[in-house]
């Protein structure tokens, strides 16, 4: 189980394995559904492998661009996706969250960890945040994530 220091969410998608780590690995996928309800995704950068970096904005009517660059520390395929999260500026630098209006506790750097588990022919995801749930959930990254899984079990339906 997860602690409160940490975001912790599990789901079940019925789908394999395969499907559900393709939906994270494929950028053309991931451009599908890597984004808060009324929200895009585009990526100036993006190699999802060990060692790979990307460098993403969420396009948000409301609130403008929110730019995120990151490494993907691990890729086990259909099994583990680990990477860094970390806010940045549209040049890839990193930034203080609180300088753009984040919450000032929020940390400029997470690292998340999403694993892949089979179960009778679905698949039990888990994904942890080094960042604490209630913090999470007090800015928006907790329902933003929630929005983000639910939008990737509507596409992983349509395939």
């Known amino acids: 189980m997860g602690n409160n220091n940490e975001v912790f969410i599990e789901e079940i998608f019925n789908a394999s394995p395969e499907k559900v780590f393709s939906a994270w690995t494929d950028p053309v996928k991931l451009m599908k559904w890597y984004a808060p309800d009324g929200c895009t995704i585009h990526f ?3 190699k999802i492998e060990t060692g790979g970096q990307f460098h993403s904005c969420i396009s948000n009517p409301q609130y403008g661009d929110c730019w995120c660059i990151g490494e993907y520390k691990e890729v086990s395929p259909n099994t583990k996706i680990v990477f860094t999260l970390i806010n940045a500026d549209e040049n890839g630098n990193p930034i203080n969250p609180a300088e753009i209006g984040m919450d ?10 999403v694993t892949f588990t089979e179960e009778n022919g679905k698949t039990k995801l888990q994904l942890r945040q080094t960042v604490s749930q209630e913090l999470a959930k007090k800015t928006g990254a907790y329902p933003s994530w929630l929005q983000m899984l639910n939008n990737m079990q509507t596409i992983l339906n349509l395939n």
């Open 44 to 46: 100036k950068k993006i």
């Open 104 to 113: 000032p506790d929020w940390p400029g750097a997470t690292l998340v960890t």
